[in-house]
């Protein structure tokens, strides 16, 4: 069945919030005579209003256009054909699939071969920006197990290529893996590539021999262990206002961690942090809000030598800790003061399993947030090459949860190891809107568009930390 829009208007755009356009099947068609707009204005670029459309075309089914602007979630080729006269990827756009695109593509936003195992044709040529990704996925050591890019024009590359490696799969020297083939001439290449999936040290070459680019493992791919570290620093009080820390742990298999509550060892340049909290005390509760364990002096537990064999123990006897076996899930931790102590107080989870396919993933941590010292700081540790990291300061929307005193309005800060401001954020949506909606990550309210920042790349190994902050 074929169906076309008269050219009653100079444009179409595709979608309202949640709209989506499904040509699927073979004999299915869809002829738009005018430009195409995926997405739109709602992502803060663009003509056109749009909202988060989204384009599927699958099953030999196929969708013709003049033009095609592609902002939100994109478009997705699956065994069937998009043909324009010009492919724009926006940035924060995305376009991915194994079918036929036919026509020019300029990315400037991201492109995902394969989808993810499989061929994406392109019939013309490619350009790459200076910023933006192509993305291809590794399943194994044959053709078969890869993404790929083919492009029957000519390619203008540049900004970053991304080799994932999914499926347990990982590189072992040798190997060799045909990611992009270009039939006609080639300018420039990736001035960077990336393994988010593989621990930093990984060796690698890479670039075209006879049209087909290609990456060869110089040394075996470890698997990267994420988040090494994940704490926060924030005002401790006692009853609502504890500080909470909620994580997880993702994977398949159990995943060993100390927990630390830390107050009268702080210190800022080596002198004691004033304002501490003097007498920790510390709870672990799973997902379902059940005790696991608590510690209030750490010398006290019962799993001292555990914590001194961590090489990570508490330097102050007041302080707390708690090694546990945790299955993947749920958990959180509750920092509070022995008597109802108040002060500044530090809650972080450390990763001591040797197994990195099991990972901590998140924290989330609910508490006092002020100016000047009393900022709420998180910090982490990472070891990926390079990891994509979203960091969200949230207020406005805890109140639908309940929580009396929501921050109206924070801002969000990342700093790097040497203390160097590298992202701030006032209102999420003022950058990178699409990039962000893009992640899956639960999508916030209108009250609560405020301090979301997407840090990224973040090179490995490195420490950083994001301070949240209430109006001064």
Not at 126 to 148: F, I, K, M, N
Not at 285 to 295: E, Q
Not at 413 to 427: C, Q, R, T, Y
Request: with cysteine.
């Amino acid at each position: 069945m074929a169906a076309s829009f008269p050219p009653l208007a100079p444009e179409l755009a595709s979608g309202g919030p949640g709209g989506e356009l499904v040509v699927d099947g073979a004999g299915s068609a869809f002829n738009v005579r005018t430009n195409l707009y995926v997405g739109g204005a709602d992502y803060g670029s663009g003509p056109v209003a749009g909202g988060v459309g989204l384009i599927q075309i699958s099953n030999d089914g196929a969708l013709s256009s003049a033009a095609t602007t592609i902002f939100g979630q994109g478009t997705i080729v699956d065994d069937g054909s998009l043909t324009s006269e010009g492919v724009t990827i926006a940035p924060g756009g995305l376009l991915k699939g194994n079918g036929v695109l036919s026509g020019d593509v300029t990315n400037a936003g991201e492109v995902e071969a394969g989808d993810s195992i499989g061929l994406l044709l392109l019939e013309g040529d490619y350009t790459q920006a200076s910023t933006r990704t192509l993305t291809v996925e590794v399943d194994g050591p044959g053709s078969g197990d890869q993404g790929h890019l083919s492009v029957t024009g000519g390619a203008t590359l540049d900004g970053t290529l991304e080799v994932r490696f999914g499926n347990s799969f990982l590189p072992l020297q040798g190997q060799v893996f045909d990611l992009l083939d270009v039939s006609g001439a080639v300018t420039g290449s990736f001035p960077q590539i990336t393994f988010p999936d593989l621990r930093s040290g990984f060796q690698f070459s890479a670039g075209f021999e006879n049209g087909v680019y290609q990456i060869m493992a110089l040394s075996d791919g470890a698997p990267a262990a994420g988040f090494l570290n994940i704490s926060t620093r924030a005002q401790v009080g006692p009853g609502e206002d504890a500080l909470i820390a909620g994580f997880i742990i993702m994977g398949t298999v159990a995943k060993k961690v100390i927990i630390r509550g830390l107050g009268p060892s702080l210190t800022v340049n080596g002198i004691p942090l004033p304002g501490s909290l003097d007498d920790p005390t510390l709870e672990l509760r799973d997902g379902a809000g059940d005790l696991i364990s608590a510690n209030d002096n750490w010398m006290d537990s019962p799993q001292r030598q555990e914590i001194i064999d961590s090489t990570i123990a508490p330097t102050d006897d007041r302080e707390a800790a708690i090694v546990a076996t945790l299955a993947p899930g749920n958990y959180t931790a509750i920092l509070t003061g022995v008597g109802n102590g108040t002060g500044i107080g530090v809650v972080e989870a450390y990763d001591l399993g040797p197994d990195v396919t099991v990972n901590l993933a998140n924290i989330s941590t609910r508490g006092i947030v002020g100016t000047g010292g009393d900022v709420m700081i998180g910090g982490f540790i990472l070891d990926d090459q390079n990891a994509i990291v979203l960091l969200r300061a949230l207020g406005p929307s805890l109140t639908q949860a309940g929580i009396s005193n929501a921050l109206a309005d924070p801002t969000l800060e990342l700093h790097n190891g040497n203390g160097d401001v590298i992202a701030f954020n006032n209102d999420w949506q003022e950058t990178d809107e699409a990039i962000i909606r893009n992640t899956g990550i639960r999508r916030l309210t209108a009250r609560n568009r405020r301090s979301l920042q997407r840090s990224g790349p973040v090179s490995s190994p490195r420490s950083c930390v994001a301070k949240m902050k209430a109006p001064a």
